[in-house]
């Protein structure tokens, strides 16, 4: 038995193809044959939230989701954020003017869970906020921060005025 499959799928808006082992994490094949790196090996075992994408729309941990189920799905990543002449969107500016970053390293992650808040349309608490970026571990900035410019840009898409 072939240990290769061809998977299909889109990523960040282009239609690709690539032969996978079937035993390779998305989180592999985004990095090794994408060079998509925004995407973060932490705990490589689905608790620490760094490797996280969008998935059809919904956020997943990448390293506990095989390559080959990504066969006709529509993929995203942080890289997929940028506007055409590298323009960061509103969440990741965000980021930068809230101070939620410090190493980085969990912050793709931490923004592609908020891309999934944000694109629901709804306008949670604080509280409901907290617990939707739990499944994320930042080990430097502390949560307060990273709440903030989630809050703030979720206010902002709705036109409620934030400081
Ligand atoms: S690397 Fe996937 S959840 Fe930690
Ligand atoms: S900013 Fe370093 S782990 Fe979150």
């Known amino acids: 038995m072939s240990q290769y ?4 799928c889109n990523i960040n808006g282009k ?15 985004l990095r090794n044959d994408y060079r998509l790196t925004s995407v973060k090996k932490g ?20 390293c506990i989701y095989l390559a080959v189920w990504a066969d006709g799905k529509h993929i995203r990543t942080l890289e997929g954020l940028m506007g055409p002449n590298g323009e960061l969107s509103d969440i990741q500016q965000a980021f930068i003017d809230e101070t939620a970053i410090q190493c980085g390293f969990c912050t ?4 592609m ?4 808040v944000l694109e629901s349309g709804e306008l949670y608490s604080r509280e409901e906020l907290r617990k939707r970026l739990s499944g994320h571990l930042c080990r430097c900035t502390g949560y ?20």
């Open 5 to 8: 499959k061809l998977v299909r």
């Open 113 to 116: 869970s908020a891309v999934e």
């Open 144 to 163: 307060e921060n990273i709440l903030n410019a989630v809050e703030k840009t979720m206010k902002r898409r709705h036109g409620i005025p934030v400081d």
């Open 43 to 62: 705990c490589e075992v689905g608790e620490c939230g760094a490797c996280n994408v969008l998935i059809d729309g919904e956020a997943f941990n990448s």
């Open 15 to 29: 239609d690709v193809e690539r032969m996978v082992d079937v035993r390779a994490s998305l989180t592999d094949m």
């Open 108 to 111: 793709p992650g931490f923004i």
